[in-house]
């Protein structure tokens, strides 16, 4: 009875954690305007950007602290990475991957599972953290 009283109160775990990434769905959002003006080449272009920032990002950086500093790396590109593959997906297949599909690619790049109805896109939701992860050579 607490539990469902404390739910009421505060949301469930799963409404807390979906509203910790609201602001990063925004972003990838606002960068949309940004990515539908690049041609075909400048977007593709985005790709070696990105991976050039990572590499900056995780030069000298020592083996044992490698791991660690590669997600926060690869999580400061989210937002970017996202929004490329968003017009990609337009562009490519005439699909715009929805909000609540950014929000399951970002909970899939967290290494969580992300249940997903048939026909609710789970094979779009899949291609932004694969992109994200294959910046870094690990996709």
């Not at 929805?98 to 690619?105: A, E, K, R, T, Y």
């Not at 909970?107 to 953290?129: D, F, N, R, S």
Request: proline letters at 4%.
């Amino acid at each position: 009875m607490i539990d469902r009283l404390l739910a009421r109160v505060f949301g469930t775990q799963h409404e807390r954690d979906i509203k910790k990434l609201l602001p990063r769905v925004a972003a990838i959002n606002a960068l949309e305007p940004r990515m539908q003006s690049l041609s075909d080449e400048e977007l593709r272009a985005k790709t070696e950007e990105y991976r050039g920032r990572l590499r900056e990002a995780l030069e000298g950086v020592p083996e044992d602290e490698l791991a660690a500093a590669r997600a926060r790396a690869l999580d400061g590109l989210l937002e970017k990475a996202f929004a490329v593959v968003r017009e990609a997906s337009v562009r490519a297949l005439g699909m715009r991957p929805f909000d609540v599909q950014l929000i399951g690619g970002m909970v899939l790049h967290q290494g969580k599972i992300a249940e997903m109805k048939t026909g609710e896109g789970k094979t779009l939701v899949a291609t932004m953290p694969v992109y994200l992860n294959a910046l870094a050579g690990r996709g």
